[in-house]
Nanobody, 123 residues
């Protein structure tokens, strides 16, 4: 059973940066595609970014392209989300996901979720 713990969230002014980290335990993330999702107040959880098991392929939702970067370190069993040029509309709880694979930006097969970390961007 893979357990995921997110960290790195907080309060930042618009234009600032944050780096989210997702630490895995109970299993190796090298077997999984990894993703970040976010849920804003009153909205459904939405896809942000995905990275395949080897790190060779990444994808992003349009609103974060050019500002966010997903990366992974399989030796450290961690996944990261570097967020630059943050906007108030990026405010949400950010969740880490591990899945057997992704299709159309959605996790498929066996999947695991973290508890989330709050990101708040002030204007």
């Amino acid at each position: 059973q893979v357990q995921l713990i997110e960290s790195g969230g907080g309060l930042v002014q618009a234009g600032g940066s944050l780096r989210l980290s997702c630490a895995a335990s109970g299993g190796t993330i090298s077997n999984f595609d990894m993703g970040w999702f976010r849920q804003a107040p009153g909205k459904e959880r939405a896809f942000v970014a995905h990275i395949n098991w080897s790190g060779a392929t990444t994808s992003y939702t349009d609103s974060v392209k050019g500002r966010f970067t997903i990366s992974r370190d399989n030796t450290e069993n961690r996944v990261y989300l570097q967020m630059n040029s943050l906007k108030p509309e990026d405010t949400a709880v950010y969740y880490c996901n591990a899945a057997s694979y992704y299709a159309t930006s959605m996790p498929r097969g066996a999947e695991y979720w973290g508890q989330g970390t709050q990101v708040t961007v002030s204007s």
